[in-house]
């Protein structure tokens, strides 16, 4: 004899939630590429205020790179170190 336990609320898909748009991912992470790759110095410049290695910079602004992520945190010192 099996054993079933539902929990309500949990899982299940509610038409007012707001659901994450992917295309608006792409679209941060374009801008992200352009504003560094357009700033005076490009990845090197701010990989290195960013205190980070110019090809980790270049794999996390990269679109089609799955293994590496721009943080929040690293989004936001860019952002600072750029001035944009």
């Known amino acids: 004899m099996g054993l079933s336990v539902s929990i309500s609320g949990y899982g299940v898909y509610v038409a007012d939630e707001v ?3 992917k295309r608006s991912v792409d679209d941060l992470l374009l801008v992200a590429h352009q504003l560094v790759h357009g700033f005076p110095g490009g990845v090197t ?3 290195e205020a960013l205190q980070m290695p110019k090809g980790t910079l270049t794999h996390k602004l990269n679109p089609t790179n799955f293994t590496h992520h721009l943080t929040l945190r690293e989004a936001l ?3 600072r170190a750029t001035g944009s």
């Open 19 to 21: 659901r994450a748009d």
């Open 45 to 47: 410049a701010v990989a």
């Open 77 to 79: 010192l860019m952002q």
